[in-house]
Protein backbone atom coordinates (compact mmCIF):
# COMPACT_ATOMS: atom_id res chain seq x y z
CA UNK A 1 0.00 0.00 0.00
CA UNK A 2 1.63 3.40 -0.82
CA UNK A 3 1.24 5.95 1.62
CA UNK A 4 -0.52 9.05 1.24
CA UNK A 5 -0.29 12.24 2.32
CA UNK A 6 -2.52 14.53 4.88
CA UNK A 7 -4.65 17.13 3.48
CA UNK A 8 -2.88 19.25 6.46
CA UNK A 9 -0.44 18.79 9.43
CA UNK A 10 2.49 16.23 10.04
CA UNK A 11 2.94 13.67 7.81
CA UNK A 12 3.16 9.99 9.66
CA UNK A 13 6.28 8.16 9.97
CA UNK A 14 5.46 5.86 7.38
CA UNK A 15 5.57 8.80 4.65
CA UNK A 16 8.42 9.68 6.10
CA UNK A 17 10.02 6.05 5.47
CA UNK A 18 8.39 5.49 2.03
CA UNK A 19 8.46 8.72 0.39
CA UNK A 20 11.42 10.54 2.17
CA UNK A 21 14.33 8.81 3.50
CA UNK A 22 14.84 6.92 0.38
CA UNK A 23 15.49 10.11 -1.21
CA UNK A 24 18.20 11.32 1.05
CA UNK A 25 21.60 10.51 -0.86
CA UNK A 26 24.54 9.12 0.15
CA UNK A 27 25.55 8.77 3.42
CA UNK A 28 28.62 10.93 4.74
CA UNK A 29 30.47 10.49 8.01
CA UNK A 30 30.51 14.16 8.64
CA UNK A 31 26.23 14.06 9.24
CA UNK A 32 26.29 12.92 12.85
CA UNK A 33 22.41 13.21 13.13
CA UNK A 34 20.84 13.70 9.96
CA UNK A 35 17.16 13.59 8.91
CA UNK A 36 14.47 11.11 10.96
CA UNK A 37 10.86 11.38 11.31
CA UNK A 38 10.05 13.88 14.45
CA UNK A 39 13.72 15.03 14.86
CA UNK A 40 13.61 18.47 14.77
CA UNK A 41 17.77 19.39 14.81
CA UNK A 42 20.24 18.18 12.77
CA UNK A 43 24.28 17.96 13.66
CA UNK A 44 27.10 18.03 11.37
CA UNK A 45 30.64 18.38 12.16
CA UNK A 46 32.82 20.98 10.77
CA UNK A 47 36.52 20.35 11.48
CA UNK A 48 37.08 19.27 15.32
CA UNK A 49 33.21 20.65 16.19
CA UNK A 50 29.43 19.54 16.24
CA UNK A 51 27.41 22.33 14.53
CA UNK A 52 23.61 21.89 15.80
CA UNK A 53 21.41 23.11 13.00
CA UNK A 54 17.15 23.70 12.77
CA UNK A 55 14.77 25.12 10.82
CA UNK A 56 11.08 25.25 11.10
CA UNK A 57 8.21 27.16 9.35
CA UNK A 58 7.07 30.02 11.96
CA UNK A 59 3.52 31.48 11.23
CA UNK A 60 4.59 35.43 11.63
CA UNK A 61 1.57 37.41 13.40
CA UNK A 62 1.53 40.61 11.63
CA UNK A 63 0.28 42.25 14.95
CA UNK A 64 3.52 41.44 16.30
CA UNK A 65 5.48 43.76 14.30
CA UNK A 66 8.88 42.72 12.38
CA UNK A 67 10.67 42.99 15.46
CA UNK A 68 8.78 41.34 17.85
CA UNK A 69 8.20 38.61 15.09
CA UNK A 70 11.70 37.89 14.62
CA UNK A 71 12.24 37.77 18.23
CA UNK A 72 9.70 35.08 18.69
CA UNK A 73 11.03 33.31 15.64
CA UNK A 74 14.61 33.20 17.03
CA UNK A 75 14.08 31.88 20.52
CA UNK A 76 11.61 29.28 18.93
CA UNK A 77 14.47 28.04 16.99
CA UNK A 78 17.00 28.45 20.19
CA UNK A 79 14.11 25.99 21.73
CA UNK A 80 14.39 23.49 19.37
CA UNK A 81 18.29 23.16 19.57
CA UNK A 82 18.53 23.61 23.41
CA UNK A 83 15.46 20.73 23.82
CA UNK A 84 17.40 17.87 21.81
CA UNK A 85 20.58 18.32 23.81
CA UNK A 86 20.77 15.15 25.65
Known amino acids: ?3 KL ?3 GKISPEIFNELI ?4 GAK ?3 ILVGPQHGVDVGIV ?3 NK ?5 SDPVV ?4 YGCERAAWFACHCLASEVVASVR
Open 1 to 3: MEA
Open 6 to 8: PDI
Open 21 to 24: FPRL
Open 28 to 30: RND
Open 45 to 47: EIG
Open 50 to 54: AVAMT
Open 60 to 63: IVPE
